[in-house]
């Protein structure tokens, strides 16, 4: 029984920090990623966790984003709700920033990243 606490406890520390993270898309310098596994759907509504990584950090020394993101599926639009900014790519590293957003709704740019996450997110 003992050797299964530890097996878990390798288990745990060796998983990449990427499980649960599905790949939606790349442009120039930003790889952008969806957590499937928590969509939280209210009709026409879904939250999503979403990852950017960036290729470079920026002048704080951000190099990736995450932000939890409302999509209203109906009227293709998007708002930001929580965003955080990371110095390693994957959330990884020390936190920069963390707030709660009261975003403004936006329409989602055809053929953005944006896009590319509302339709899994929508699909779901």
């Not at 599905?22 to 928590?38: A, G, I």
């Not at 939280?40 to 990584?53: A, F, L, Q, S, T």
């Amino acid at each position: 029984m003992k050797h299964w606490g530890v097996a878990f406890l390798l288990l745990a520390i060796v998983m990449p920090a990427s499980a649960g993270w599905t790949f939606v898309d790349e442009s120039t310098d930003v790889e952008r990623y969806l957590n499937e596994e928590h969509i939280d759907r209210d009709g026409d509504r879904v939250r999503v966790w979403e990852i950017d990584n960036h290729a470079l950090a920026d002048a704080s020394g951000v190099v990736s984003l995450r932000s939890q993101t409302e999509y209203d599926c109906g009227a293709r639009r998007y708002r930001i709700v929580h965003l955080s900014g990371h110095t390693q790519p994957m959330t990884e590293g020390a936190v920069v920033f963390s707030k709660a957003v009261d975003g403004e709704w936006r329409p989602v740019a055809p053929q953005s990243l944006g896009e590319a996450s509302m339709e899994i997110a929508c699909a779901n």
